[in-house]
Each structure stands twice: as structure tokens, then as C-alpha cells.
């Protein structure tokens, strides 16, 4: 009876979908537990008032529901700066990652003696635990003991060691240059532009040759056969790679806490939200500023999904 | 779209379900906080292996004695922040936390059971402690943990340097970072070697520390206090003090190092720095050309300045309490504490006698009982005590120097604000600014700007 009575009650394509459903249900399950349940928590926790004890007996229907986070995030001087921070950090690494990933692509493109072995050792600080890379770059930015110091003192005489990853503004002549922050956006090219060279290489590998060799026939020099031909064959990649690395940027975290927890003018917005809960144990004020995070990166997100679609379309 | 919505009132529903559940179980692990009998679970910020160890076998005794198991876990102050903040999210806090008295962003958000804290007080004898040191940790009128033990900001001096140099012991700040700065010109090395690198924490003590020598105050009665006369001299002199290094910015790791290997003739560091000079930590060893022949080297020609101006008697410090959370098994960690400060205490204290100074200094029927088994503990895993290697005028001085024992805006209603500003460094971020040359008057009302927008941040 079952299995007859089953079959007739549902259509072959019915079926179908039950067992798709059954198939993707772990993947919902997960998606659910790990992405929706603590993205909820976090948007109940920035629009309640409350504190870090109540949260055991909170319930949907006793909750306090106030603005106050968001109020107290927008109206505070700290906000402003660590997003102008931000903003600048996640610019700054988003062009050097893909302006040297490219650039160092297209240099290594023609095959040369130990093209391998110059291209794996490009990649190993990407490779590197980002733990050991930042242990490195403190080492040897130290102000006492680095090898950076040491060189700029007894070569280049210096007067007094540089405290590379906690200067704010750092003067040559006339001009401020924001040190530390320059020091943690360089860290970030130097460890993450292997990346874009990998797409990068992968892509230029299908470039077809017989493209450049009818352009080099037709007169093309060298720099136009570039711009020509073999750029706009990039911009594909290099479009999704500047979103990618544009959000990465802006939610980095673990680069610039384990180089400078934020001193030195580096505090972006994901140190504050961290130091919102750790050492302020604010909860409701770091989902506030978790979620102002949020938002920027939707807003930037449709922005960049609009400009590609209307360049594709033309 | 219809699968859409579906999805969308499967997450409304399971959402819902999880936040009951949460408020369910929340309600449910109150039972066993309850119970009286039960283990405890104590963090200790002294987390070198053989503090472990001696703190293991003080609360293995009190297990004998009580019946009440011990877990001791190791937590550095940092980590404490942190794991007690997701631990009170998810209701699994420890029973006994030693801390820091910057307990501000904790009391805020109801962390702490400040009843048990003043119930064990009451119970040993609040005059049985140490007044500043309770007057530290009083939040809103009300004790928010227990202290046990502290230590105070000494600077030491080479004797046979500042004799070479001709220069007389600084009894001011002025003539401290005068000192500095002729020591720098003269002998070439560094004068003071104290945490100065911008933003840092090490940087954010030495400035509580040196700018509390001119009377300098962050806040009184909740009016930001920075941007004084007396803190844009004090800024003046940190400035000079600072250039007086021949090694850039320092943190105190580097200062104590610099001034083991003999390059500074004045150095501002916690009493833990006594075993040290005499050579006594592997962890540091003493590295200056004089050392390798004579091993107390540093102990014969260091001397101390405990209080540097008379008019000014404030020195920096810091007390270790232990918090009893919300939530917590109450009563087994409160016999936990009272036990600590009582039969435990002296060999609590042995674990590091030189930077763990008595803040209940004896009970009701010996009133400096502890402190006077302090004075003969061993240092450093030798058999010499403070009293041995550096006379009992050092003592008597470290002793009555918790008394002396000052913290912006502790024990206030400014407390909040003091420790928020402790806590993100403000201070320490206009160093910048100070060491490229701009008026320390325009700096401290900079930083008085930026602790004012923290005030009103704090609202």
C-alpha cells in the first residue's frame, strides 16, 4: 500500500523537488545556524537597550526596543574617524593588492629561468599564517631591536629609531604621513596582492596568443598590444577581484589588531566593534557598529552591481 | 517566491524557538550556581608555570579543609575581558576572577556581585584592609570586589652614574627630567627609560605615573581636569624625559631590558623589577658589561625614589581584587576569597612577593600580620627576601606606599570615565603630537578635548 499509494499522490517532478529539498536541507540548516540566527541576534541586539547580564533572561516579548545604540555609535567623534579609517585602509589595499598583483602578473607573463621558483616565492605570504607574518613585520619594525631600525640608524643615520607601527602622523619636512597606517596597508599589499596575481596569471593563461601576433602584424606596438588588447581581456576578473577585495579590506580585522591593536591611528571599524565588547563589554554597541558595517558594505555592494551592469550593457 | 516565503517564516519560527530556549536554559543554570558545595572556578592573571603550580596547592588545601573543589585556570587580564564577556552572554561565568581594578565596563553592564564582594569585607573586617585600596575598587557607593595585593611604580637610579655625572637625587619632576636630559647629553646613554611608545599601554602608565608627580589630575567632581597648568608642565617634563632616550620609544619590556644591560641611569617600573636587578629571573637576565664579574652589580648601584615630590606624594600603582560575578556560585567562592586572605595569603603572596604587596595587612587579633610575613618572604625562587637584598627601609617604604597608592578617578564617580579613558589608551595617543615638538599646552587641551568626548560618549 505504501509505497504504491506514495507514488500516486505525488507527481514525478513533485518528487523531484522533495528530494532536492532533502538534499539542500543541510546546507539551509547550516546557512540558518551560522549565518541568519547570530545575524538576527545581532540586529535584535543593536536596536535593544540593555545590559551584558540580561541577556539570559531577554525574550522577544520583554525586550526594550530603543535607538540608543545607534544614536550614541552616529553622535560620537570615535565613529567618524574610525570609518574615515576605513574607508581609507580598505581604498588604499584594494588598489595596491590589484595594482600589484596585475603588474606583477604581467611581468612574470613570458617564460623565464626559474619562472617557477620566483612565482612560488611570490605567493608565500599569502601562504604565511597570517600569526606569523604579522610576528615578522613587528620583529623587524621594532623600535629597539628591528632589523629596519638598526639599518636606518647605523646605514642611512637616521637620529632616532622610528616607532613604525605606533606613530599617528609622522612628518618628512613639511608633510604628515599617517604612519602606522601606511605601515598595516602595506602588510596587507605585501600579503594579499599574491592573490590577485594568481586570477590574474590564470586569466592571462587563456589569453589566446594569435590575438597579439595579428595586432603585432597589424602594427601594434608593445604598450598598445597592453592597453588593447591584453587589458580589457582582464577587466572581468579584475572587476570581481576589486569587490572581493574591497570587503575584505573593510571587515579586516586580524592584520591590524595583531600589528598595532589599533593604536597609531589604525582603529577601523572591526578593532572598535571588537574593542566595543571586549573591553567596554558593550554588547548592544558593537552589534550597533557591526551593523553601520553592514549597511555601508550593502550600499557599496548594489553601487558596484549597478556600474557593472550598466558597463556590460554598453 | 512561494519557497521564499517559506524559508523566510522557517527562520521566523526557528528564530523564535532558539530565544526561547536560550531563555529557558538561561533560567535553568541558575540551579546549579546555588549550590553551596559545588566546584568552583578560579581565574588567575598569574599564569607562570610555577605561580600555577602554588596556586594549585593553596586551593588543593582549601579543597581539604572545605570539601569544595578548585579549578584554577590561567587568564591574563586581557583575556579575562574577553571570556567573561561571552561567558556572562552564554550564563557560564567562573566563580572567582583576580583582576585589575578597572572594573567600570563590568559594573555597567551587571557582571559583578558587588553584595557577596561587601559581604566577604564585612566578614574579615573592612578595617582590617588597606583604605586606598578599598576606596579603589568602591563603585556607586558599593565594594565591587576584595582586594588582595598590589604594587607601586618605583624609579630607580644608578647611583654610580648620576655621581659621575655629578647630579644630585631629583626631588621634583623638573629636576628629574633635567637629570634625564644631562644624562643623555653627557654620558651619551639613555636618561630615563620608561614606556613612552605612542598609544600603547606601557606608554599609558608611565603617563598616569609621571603626570601625577606635579599634582596633575585627570578629572575631579566631573570636570575634565587635563588640560591644568600643572599637567601641561608634567607633559613638558614627559617630553623631555622621553628624548632623553638614546633608543627611540620604549615599552617597559625594552625600558627594563635598556636598563639591565646598563644604558640608563633612570628607570620607572613596578616594584616587580627588585628580583630582577638582582638577577634572580632567567626571563631576564642581566646583560651590562659590569655584570658578567660582579652578579650584584645592579643591587649596589641601584637606588630607589619612592616618592619623588614631597608636595606631591601620588604614586602609580595598580591592586589585584578578586571579583565574585553575577551569577556565580556565591557562597563557595566567598569562603574561597576569605580563605585567601587569610591561611592562604602569605603563600599566595610568595608566588611573587616583590610585586604583590599586602593590601590586608593583618586581621583582627594581629593587625600587620601579613604584612610582616610578607617582609621575610623569598624572592624569585631564591632564599632572599626584599628586607635581605635592599634593607628593611625598602620595606617599610613598599608598605606604607600602597597608602600612597593614586589612580585618577577611582573610588569616584569619575571612575567610569578614568578607566574608559585608561582602557582606549587616550592619553597615550597624543604622545605623537608632544614628541614632534608641539606646545604641551596645546596638547594636553587636545587631550582634554578628547576625554571630554568621551565624557559625553559615556553620557
Known amino acids: ?314 | 517566491m512561494q519557497v521564499n516565503r517559506r524559508i523566510t517564516s522557517a527562520v521566523g519560527l526557528t528564530l523564535t524557538a532558539a530565544l526561547a530556549l536560550a531563555a529557558c536554559s538561561g533560567g535553568g543554570d541558575d540551579g546549579d550556581g546555588g549550590e553551596a558545595s559545588g566546584p568552583i572556578t578560579f581565574w588567575t592573571p598569574h599564569v607562570q608555570p610555577e605561580r600555577m603550580a602554588a596556586q594549585q596547592d593553596i586551593a588543593d588545601e582549601f579543597t581539604e579543609e572545605t570539601g569544595i573543589e578548585v579549578e584554577v585556570v590561567a587568564m591574563a587580564g586581557a583575556d579575562q575581558d574577553q571570556a567573561l564577556v561571552t561567558g556572562a552572554a552564554s550564563g557560564d561565568v567562573p566563580d572567582v576572577v583576580l583582576h585589575a581594578p578597572d572594573l567600570s565596563a563590568w559594573q555597567t553592564q551587571g557582571l559583578v556581585d558587588s553584595d557577596a564582594a561587601t559581604a566577604v569585607i564585612e566578614n574579615l573586617g573592612a578595617d582590617t584592609f588597606n583604605a586606598q585600596a578599598l576606596d579603589i575598587i568602591n563603585i556607586d557607593g558599593a565594594y565591587q570586589a576584595i582586594p588582595s595585593d598590589g604594587w607601586v611604580h618605583l624609579i630607580v637610579y644608578r647611583t654610580d652614574l648620576l655621581e659621575e655625572a655629578g647630579l644630585e637625587v631629583p626631588t621634583s619632576l623638573d629636576e628629574l627630567a633635567d637629570a634625564a636630559e644631562t644624562i643623555r647629553q653627557e654620558e651619551g646613554i639613555t636618561g630615563m627609560a620608561m614606556g613612552t611608545q605612542v598609544g600603547t599601554p606601557s606608554a599609558t602608565e608611565a603617563v598616569e605615573s609621571i603626570f601625577q608627580q606635579t599634582g596633575c589630575q585627570l578629572v575631579t567632581d566631573g570636570t575634565v581636569q587635563i588640560d591644568s597648568a600643572e599637567c601641561a608642565q608634567a607633559a613638558g617634563d614627559f617630553a623631555t624625559l622621553a628624548d632623553s632616550s638614546a633608543a627611540g620609544q620604549f615599552d617597559v619590556d625594552s625600558a627594563r631590558s635598556t636598563y639591565l644591560d646598563g644604558k640608563a641611569a633612570f628607570f620607572l617600573f613596578s616594584t616587580h623589577v627588585l628580583d630582577e636587578l638582582a638577577g634572580l629571573d632567567d626571563d631576564n637576565p642581566l646583560t651590562c658589561a659590569e655584570c658578567g664579574d660582579n652578579e650584584d652589580f645592579f643591587v649596589e648601584n641601584s637606588d630607589f625614589i619612592t616618592v619623588l615630590d614631597e608636595n606631591n606624594p601620588a604614586q602609580y600603582g595598580t591592586t589585584l581584587n578578586y571579583v565574585i560575578p553575577t551569577g556565580a556560585n556565591t557562597e563557595a567562592a566567598q569562603q574561597f576569597v576569605e580563605y585567601m586572605l587569610s591561611d592562604g595569603y602569605a603563600t599566595m603572596l610568595g608566588t611573587a612577593p616583590e610585586g604583590r604587596i599586602p593590601l590586608r595587612p593583618g586581621n583582627a587579633d594581629d593587625p600587620t600580620q601579613y604584612l610582616d610575613e610578607w617582609g621575610t618572604l623569598p624572592m624569585g625562587g631564591s632564599d632572599q627576601s626584599v628586607g635581605d637584598l635592599y634593607g628593611e627601609d625598602l620595606v617599610t617604604s613598599l608598605g606604607e606606599g600602597m597608602n600612597a597608592v593614586s589612580r585618577w578617578g577611582f573610588g569616584t564617580d569619575d571612575a567610569v570615565l578614568a578607566g574608559e579613558t585608561f582602557a582606549q589608551n587616550v592619553l597615550a595617543e597624543h604622545l605623537d603630537a608632544l614628541y614632534s615638538g608641539t606646545d604641551p599646552q596645546q596638547v594636553v587641551s587636545d587631550m582634554a578635548a578628547d576625554v571630554q568626548s568621551l565624557q559625553d560618549d559615556l553620557g
Request: with cysteine.
Open chain 1, 1 to 314: 500500500m505504501t509505497r504504491a499509494a506514495r507514488g500516486s499522490r505525488l507527481s514525478r517532478g513533485q518528487r523531484a523537488n522533495l528530494h532536492g529539498y532533502l538534499l539542500s536541507a543541510p546546507s539551509y540548516l547550516a546557512v540558518t545556524l551560522v549565518i541568519l540566527i547570530p545575524f538576527c541576534a545581532v540586529v535584535i541586539f543593536a536596536f535593544a537597550d540593555f545590559r551584558l547580564i540580561d541577556i539570559q533572561q531577554m525574550t522577544l516579548g520583554t525586550i526594550d526596543w530603543s535607538l540608543a545604540n545607534f544614536a550614541k555609535a552616529l553622535s560620537s567623534g570615535t565613529f567618524w574617524g574610525a570609518l574615515g579609517t576605513t574607508v581609507a585602509y580598505a581604498v588604499f589595499t584594494t588598489i595596491g593588492v590589484i595594482g600589484g598583483g596585475v603588474v606583477v602578473a604581467l611581468a612574470m607573463r613570458r617564460p623565464f629561468p626559474g619562472q617557477t621558483v620566483v612565482r612560488a616565492l611570490f605567493l608565500v605570504p599569502y601562504v604565511l599564517p597570517v600569526i606569523a607574518g604579522t610576528t615578522i613585520w613587528r620583529t623587524m619594525l621594532n623600535p629597539q631591536y628591528g632589523f629596519l631600525n638598526a639599518f636606518g640608524t647605523q646605514v642611512l643615520g637616521w637620529e632616532t629609531p622610528i616607532a613604525f607601527l605606533t606613530t599617528k602622523t609622522f612628518q618628512v619636512g613639511s608633510v604628515g604621513i599617517p604612519m602606522a597606517l601606511t605601515v598595516v596597508i602595506l602588510f596587507e599589499i605585501w600579503k594579499s596582492a599574491p592573490f590577485t596575481f594568481l586570477f590574474v596569471t590564470a586569466r592571462l593563461q587563456n589569453v589566446p596568443a594569435e590575438l597579439e601576433d595579428a595586432a603585432a602584424i597589424d602594427g601594434a606596438n608593445a604598450r598598445q598590444r597592453l592597453t588593447h588588447i591584453v587589458l580589457p581581456q582582464l577587466r572581468t576578473v579584475v572587476m570581481v577581484l576589486l569587490l572581493l577585495r574591497f570587503i575584505w579590506s573593510f571587515q579586516n580585522f586580524n592584520d591590524i589588531y595583531l600589528l598595532t591593536q589599533g593604536a597609531g591611528g589604525t582603529e577601523v571599524m572591526a578593532v572598535k566593534v571588537f574593542k566595543e565588547l571586549t573591553v567596554r563589554a558593550d554588547v548592544g554597541s558593537a552589534a550597533a557598529y557591526g551593523l553601520c558595517m553592514t549597511v555601508i558594505l550593502l550600499v557599496f555592494g548594489i553601487g558596484w552591481a549597478l556600474v557593472n551592469r550598466r558597463k556590460e550593457a554598453m
